[in-house]
């Protein structure tokens, strides 16, 4: 099926804006939900926001609701995640997956690590106040 390769990361300064992106491969279709996930060191893996592969909805906690955007770009074959107004705690290690599911579910439920299979790499950021 092929890989998730995610670009976009680096040192950014409170208050900025970014956008990552996922090359998603075969991914961006109704049999899979697409995710970004983040982890900060001694932190469990958390999601920050989810698309449906076929149908394109979209998802993200209300932690982040304000501030998250989330974008699948079929032409291509891209997810971005737009995150604003960064703050320190917005550091971490933040990941694409996919994990298999159908049109009719799309991302429905599926919030925890466990229900994706394919992983990026990840690509750090960095956020100072």
């Known amino acids: 099926q092929g890989q998730l390769v995610e670009s976009g990361g680096g040192r950014f300064q409170a208050g900025q804006s970014l956008i990552l992106s996922c090359a998603a491969s075969?991914?961006?279709?109704?049999?899979?939900?697409l995710a970004w996930f983040r982890q900060a060191p001694g932190e469990d893996r958390e999601v920050v926001a989810t698309?449906?592969?076929?149908?394109?909805?979209?998802w993200w906690p209300d932690s982040v609701a304000d501030r998250v955007t989330i974008f699948g770009d079929e032409a291509k074959n891209t997810v971005d995640l737009h995150i604003n107004s960064l703050k320190p705690e917005d550091t971490a290690m933040y990941y694409c997956?996919?994990?298999?599911?159908?049109?009719?579910?799309?991302?429905?439920?599926?919030?925890?690590?466990?229900?994706?299979?394919?992983w990026g790499r990840g690509t750090q950021v960095t956020v100072s106040s």
């Open positions: 698309l449906a592969g076929g149908r394109l909805a979209t």
């Open positions: 997956a996919a994990g298999t599911s159908d049109w009719w579910t799309g991302c429905q439920g599926l919030t925890t690590p466990e229900y994706f299979s394919v």
């Open positions: 075969t991914y961006l279709s109704e049999n899979f939900c």
